[in-house]
Nanobody
């Protein structure tokens, strides 16, 4: 079973940037980031294939967020630029077998890291 640990969350002002990191206990999976704001369902943010050649992004982050991975170290990153108050949420790292935006495509989940954007 893959263990996932997120880091890099915090409090930033609107327009700022953050980079989230996810350490996986071992590789071989497509990886994704989801987020969940208070009172809302968990939603897809971005995903990257095992080889890194394919990515998928939610429409609301296109042009602002990028996803990357370092397979030598089993790390996945989410670079978030142009942050908005609506981006405030707990961000979760997930591992699965496709870069589909569906939660069902991902079997393993981290504990999450809080991102708060002030206006």
């Amino acid at each position: 079973q893959v263990q996932l640990v997120e880091s890099g969350g915090g409090l930033v002002q609107a327009g700022g940037s953050l980079r989230l990191s996810c350490a996986a206990s071992f590789g071989g999976y497509a990886m994704a980031w989801f987020r969940q704001a208070p009172g809302k369902e968990r939603e897809f943010v971005a995903a990257i294939s095992w080889g890194g050649g394919l990515t998928n992004f939610a429409d609301f982050v296109k042009g602002r967020f990028t996803i990357s991975r370092d397979n030598a170290k089993n790390w996945v990153y989410l670079q978030m630029n142009g942050l908005k108050p609506d981006d405030t949420a707990v961000y979760y790292c997930a591992a699965g077998r496709s870069i589909s935006g569906s939660r069902d495509a991902f079997q393993y989940w981290g504990q999450g890291t809080q991102v708060t954007i002030s206006s």
